[in-house]
């Protein structure tokens, strides 16, 4: 089957997009076309596929996101974003609550992050401290700032669900290889952690600036997880650091969003979804065979105003 294609990223974080609202196919269907789409080796690649989905009598549209393994996750915010502005352009809106896999999230068409750069506002939560949900077995109901013995770590790890599940270090600096092996660790689904979990070190630059990089579940080591950000912000308002209600830039490997947690647990993000091509590509969802990608456009204004947004 043809299918159009929208290659995007929101903070680094880039993804094939499809306009699923009329196109059927099963979720098994749905993850060999995400692995085959986001297959670094070939044609198109990504950290996943994001999926712009019907709306019903609640949500306008809906998202769905399956990672570059062709699981699915609960949410995903740099992809959100994204998802968002394909969603408002098909329905000529600026605001849109949209529904995730369990619940929903609020975004809008914000005032660009900088010139050229399209800009959405999420909203997103509230974030939860119950490991019970995820499930994390690991003998207590939170783990706030505490090290968890079945990681191998003596690192203290505070947990949060936004809805997806991470695990968040502070650290004076970011040791990648230490970071991959945690995450290693979860990525292999353990019985005290079935449904793994996303692992994140986190550097506090100043009183106002995270750097955040993250060993994402189904991805491994990515330039940007947006759910991981906002759970960071939030584990930085828990833990003290940055006190709730504070503006923050949260830096990665692929730039920056600004952001606020709330004290309820809410976090909200502006960031950008950046259009890069946008074409079509075969597509057998039963083997995952890809053959002939076009590309119709490309935005180079868009990917000129990015790189001069993070050129500092």
């Known amino acids: 089957m043809r299918i159009p294609v929208v290659k995007c990223h929101g903070s680094g974080n880039d993804f094939p997009l499809v306009d699923a609202r009329a196109v059927q196919l099963s979720d098994a269907e749905w993850a060999t076309v995400a692995r085959a789409l986001a297959d670094r080796t070939g044609p198109v690649g990504g950290d996943g596929l994001l999926l712009l989905g019907p709306g019903d009598q609640s949500v306008p549209f809906s998202m769905a996101m399956y990672n570059s393994d062709g699981s699915e996750a609960e949410t995903c915010l740099n992809g959100l974003r994204c998802v968002a502005r394909a969603g408002f352009a098909a329905l000529g809106i600026e605001v ?114 995270l750097f955040v990089r993250t060993f994402e579940r189904g991805v491994g080591l990515t330039d940007s997880c947006g759910s991981a950000m906002a759970a960071s912000v939030h584990a930085a308002g828990l833990t003290g650091r940055i006190a709730f209600g504070t503006p923050v830039v949260v830096l990665n490997r692929g730039g920056l969003v ?36 076009r590309i119709d456009t490309v935005f180079h204004d868009e990917a000129a105003a990015w790189a001069a947004a993070t050129a500092a």
Do not use: K
Not at 269 to 291: K, M
């Open 96 to 209: 849109a609550t949209v529904g995730l896999m369990n619940s929903t999230a609020e975004a809008s068409h914000a005032a660009d992050l900088a010139p050229g750069v399209y800009t959405v506002r999420e909203t997103a939560g509230p974030a939860t401290h119950d490991v019970a949900d995820w499930p994390m077995t690991i003998g207590r109901e939170s783990n706030i700032e505490t090290a968890i013995a079945p990681l191998g770590s003596a690192r203290a790890f505070t947990a949060v669900a936004i809805p997806n599940p991470h695990l968040i270090a502070f650290v004076e600096a970011v040791d990648e290889a230490e970071l991959a092996t945690i995450g290693r660790v979860c990525e292999a689904a353990p019985g005290w952690l079935p449904n793994r979990a996303n692992v994140s070190f986190v550097e506090l630059r100043d009183p106002a600036t």
């Open 258 to 293: 600004r952001a606020v947690a709330a004290a309820d647990g809410m976090v909200t993000i502006e960031g950008n979804a950046t259009w890069q091509w946008t074409g079509s590509i075969d597509v057998d969802p039963a083997t995952g065979a890809v053959r002939d990608l």
